[in-house]
């Protein structure tokens, strides 16, 4: 079933629900980074332009119970520098207090909802706190993807109450642009995979076996692929109990033709520590640990993308957050970036991080904004909030 856009709907004098993820860091009251605000702001303004009002809600971080260093105010101070206008910010997400709020609001206004996750029906998707949550609302538009991939309230239990609803922008860029790389890429078509856990990337990996003609793999998983070939690591991070998932893999990539290249060099130290002395190695000593790729695994990354026309990539190639170790993910980030003609998705979560800031990151065709939403969208699974929406 489709999932309508935004501008499918009429929003004239109607209040509308819009579901952000505006978890976003701050420290002491001031905002880190704005960059997931900055995304949804194209769909908030298009309800205010088209007569609604726009009541948003999001969560921020993981409360176990009500916190002012969790509340959404420095969020709603943000919004009302970016939107022009005074934005409040509701006492809670639901109650009568906010109910008059919400019904106060006039067409081409907005209210943002205290922080959903105070409650914690919301990531049970309660049934009686789905509906209060939808109580006075005539349209619902989800544009929060970093947070489709949960059955929560705020994502799912409010449709079975509001019958109108579409995806923002945000969330129709991040289907559009996920589905071109996963349905019918352009070949060849490779996958860039990084990050700590085989584990975590199970899914991920056998699903793309059979949508990509290579697999790029670097990261602390690089290590549990290499000793699972015999080859020493020494104090690399390494998954023991997934070394024959590993070789099982490398032999399911062989059987389909899938190359897959890993490390041939290192940039290894005693540990992943700043003051670190970095070496860069063909063979990994006992007393040290993998950290990053050398120069000789990134340049044949960067062969590999001179020849794609699709380039999926999810997880950093090494230690970035310690510039010493952050070479290999952004000699082979400027690399992609600059590639003309080729496709090129990233995931989100560390992926996104690791290269959103830097100066080439525009040059990339798409920067998610989802970590487990992304990842769980390229191993093939249905995300709860984006059936949700399905009319």
């Known amino acids: 079933m489709p999932v309508q856009p935004i501008t499918h709907l009429e929003f004239q004098n109607k209040k509308v629900l819009v579901r952000c993820d ?3 860091p701050i420290a002491e009251g001031v905002i880190q980074d704005p960059a997931r605000i900055d995304a949804s702001l194209d769909t908030i303004r298009y309800i205010l332009e088209h007569g609604g009002s726009a009541v948003l809600c999001s969560h921020l971080g993981r409360p176990k119970e009500r916190s002012a260093a969790l509340s959404l105010k420095p969020v709603a101070e943000y919004l ?13 997400c639901v109650g009568d207090h906010t109910g008059k709020m919400v019904e106060a609001l ?34 619902y538009v989800n544009d ?5 991939h949960r059955a929560h309230a705020s994502t799912v239990g409010v449709t ?5 609803r579409a995806a923002g922008f945000l969330m129709m860029r991040e289907l559009e642009a996920l589905r071109a790389v996963t349905e019918n890429p352009k070949r060849p078509s490779i996958a860039i995979m990084g990050g700590a856990k085989v584990s975590d990337k199970i899914g991920l990996i056998k699903n793309l076996l059979n949508k990509v003609d290579a697999i790029l793999i670097g990261g602390a998983m690089a290590y549990t692929f290499l000793k699972a070939q015999g080859i020493a690591v020494g104090r690399s991070r390494v998954e023991d109990d997934k070394l024959e998932l590993a070789k099982e893999l490398l032999a399911q990539a062989a059987s389909k033709g899938v190359k897959i290249v890993l490390p041939s060099d290192h940039i290894v130290a005693a540990a992943p520590q700043a003051d670190a002395t970095p070496h860069t190695v063909a063979e990994i000593p006992s007393e040290m640990m993998g950290l990053d790729i050398g120069p000789q695994t990134a340049a044949a990354f960067i062969a590999e993308i001179e020849r794609a026309k699709t380039v999926i990539w999810n997880g950093p190639l090494g230690f970035f957050e310690i510039p010493a ?7 082979v980030g400027e690399a992609l970036a600059n590639q003309i003609g080729v496709v ?9 991080a690791a290269v959103a800031h830097a100066p080439w990151a525009g040059k990339f065709t798409h920067i998610s904004t989802g970590g487990g939403a992304t990842l769980e969208f390229l191993e093939g699974r249905e995300l709860p909030g984006v059936k949700a929406l399905e009319v």
């Open 325 to 331: 170790f952050a070479g290999g993910t952004n000699r």
């Open 160 to 164: 079975r109450f509001i019958a109108e």
């Open 22 to 24: 505006f978890n976003v």
């Open 344 to 352: 090129s998705i990233i995931g989100g979560g560390d992926t996104a």
């Open 80 to 92: 009302s520098q970016a939107l022009g206008q005074k934005i409040k910010l509701a006492p809670d």
């Open 106 to 139: 006039k067409p081409g206004e907005a209210l943002l909802l205290e922080n959903l996750r105070f409650h914690h029906e919301e990531e049970a998707n309660d049934r009686d706190f789905s509906h209060e949550l939808a109580r006075h609302k005539q349209a």
């Open 144 to 148: 929060g993807f970093g947070t489709a």
